[in-house]
């Protein structure tokens, strides 16, 4: 590398300063974009904070602004008064609907996958019929499988028609999950537990599930987030027994007290508590691997 060599010192100090990056000085641009996302946080996260604070005032407390007072008054009322609803029946019925739902997305999405790993004749009629509720209107989807049931002859209920009603919601994201997730399975791996001597169902069990685990976990928090907050396919077809959806909706009709906010703190802890503990499968997940290849 060549080396410019100044002979005035002063003409030196200027040169480094005309190349060296300004420190501490940033374009108005920045500016401009750091308060677009400000404002668009504030939008986003905002209305919930609102709830979240209103959520722990005392029995003096109202639906608005100023907060009175500081307790868990409201989500002790939201579990032992009548008066707010049946929320524990339909927190319950929630959680049990979501884990069925879960279970059945991730299984029939896995071996969607595994269907689809090799072409075949009119594989893609059968893609576009799997994800094509997504572009059907969710209350009129709702509406024609509680119809269904009816010409059945069979009542519509949180586990029969209102399952049926959210499976065709969380089964075409997880098989759009799960298709980008075994695009990136080697086939290699799976051929050297066949050449090992593994039957298929030992390579499906001890090579591809366990390589595709955060995949399955990625499917499974889909499925139940989604179950779990489905409001316009289960309005139809839920029967006599509201979920926690259709319960909090009934409740802004009779309800005016912060009880309706706690029970909006209390469904978002619950969504979090499932995210964190799906990252957290996943990380430990990835860290395991890490370890074995150490010591492979």
Same mark, same amino acid.
């Given at each position: 590398?060549?080396?410019?060599?100044?002979?005035?010192?002063?003409?030196?100090?200027?040169?480094?300063?005309?190349?060296?990056?300004?420190?501490?000085?940033?374009?108005?641009?920045?500016?401009?974009?750091?308060?677009?996302?400000?404002?668009?946080?504030?939008?986003?996260?905002?209305?919930?904070?609102?709830?979240?604070?209103?959520?722990?005032?005392?029995?003096?407390?109202?639906?608005?602004?100023?907060?009175?007072?500081?307790?868990?008054?409201?989500?002790?009322?939201?579990?032992?008064?009548?008066?707010?609803?049946?929320?524990?029946?339909?927190?319950?019925?929630?959680?049990?609907?979501?884990?069925?739902?879960?279970?059945?997305?991730?299984?029939?999405?896995?071996?969607?996958?595994?269907?689809?790993?090799?072409?075949?004749?009119?594989?893609?009629?059968?893609?576009?019929?799997? @994800?094509?509720?997504?572009?059907? %209107?969710? =209350?009129?989807? !709702? +509406?024609?499988?509680?119809? $269904? #049931?009816?010409?059945?002859?069979?009542?519509?209920?949180?586990?029969?028609?209102?399952?049926?009603?959210?499976?065709?919601?969380?089964?075409?994201?997880?098989?759009?999950?799960?298709?980008?997730?075994?695009?990136?399975?080697?086939?290699?791996?799976?051929?050297?537990?066949?050449?090992?001597?593994?039957?298929?169902?030992?390579? @499906?069990?001890?090579?591809?599930? %366990?390589? =595709?685990?955060? !995949? +399955?976990?990625?499917?499974? $928090? #889909?499925?139940?987030?989604?179950?779990?907050?489905?409001?316009?396919?289960?309005?139809?077809?839920?029967?006599?027994?509201?979920?926690?959806?259709?319960?909090?909706?009934?409740?802004?009709?009779?309800?005016?007290?912060?009880?309706?906010?706690?029970?909006?703190?209390?469904?978002?802890?619950?969504?979090?508590?499932?995210?964190?503990?799906?990252?957290?499968?996943?990380?430990?997940?990835?860290?395991?691997?890490?370890?074995?290849?150490?010591?492979?």
């Amino acid at each position: 590398m060549s080396a410019v060599v100044v002979d005035n010192p002063e003409q030196g100090i200027s040169a480094r300063k005309a190349i060296a990056p300004s420190r501490g000085k940033r374009p108005w641009t920045f500016y401009v974009l750091a308060s677009l996302f400000t404002a668009y946080v504030l939008a986003l996260y905002g209305p919930m904070f609102c709830i979240y604070i209103l959520s722990f005032q005392d029995i003096r407390g109202g639906l608005v602004f100023p907060m009175k007072g500081r307790s868990l008054h409201w989500f002790i009322d939201l579990f032992t008064q009548v008066r707010t609803g049946d929320v524990k029946g339909s927190f319950d019925r929630s959680i049990k609907l979501a884990v069925i739902v879960t279970i059945i997305t991730v299984v029939i999405s896995f071996l969607a996958g595994l269907g689809f790993r090799r072409r075949f004749k009119g594989d893609s009629i059968v893609f576009y019929m799997m @994800i094509g509720s997504l572009v059907a %209107p969710g =209350l009129v989807l !709702g +509406l024609g499988t509680g119809l $269904l #049931f009816q010409a059945l002859g069979l009542n519509p209920a949180w586990y029969s028609s209102a399952l049926g009603a959210q499976l065709s919601w969380t089964l075409p994201f997880g098989v759009l999950v799960m298709f980008a997730v075994m695009s990136r399975f080697n086939n290699a791996w799976d051929e050297a537990a066949r050449d090992l001597g593994a039957s298929r169902w030992q390579a @499906i069990r001890l090579v591809m599930i %366990p390589v =595709l685990a955060p !995949g +399955l976990v990625a499917v499974a $928090l #889909f499925g139940f987030t989604l179950s779990y907050d489905e409001f316009a396919r289960t309005l139809q077809t839920a029967g006599s027994l509201n979920t926690l959806p259709l319960e909090i909706w009934s409740m802004t009709l009779n309800v005016t007290s912060p009880s309706l906010y706690a029970l909006g703190t209390v469904t978002t802890i619950v969504s979090f508590v499932v995210i964190g503990v799906s990252l957290g499968s996943i990380v430990l997940i990835q860290k395991k691997r890490g370890a074995q290849k150490i010591k492979g």
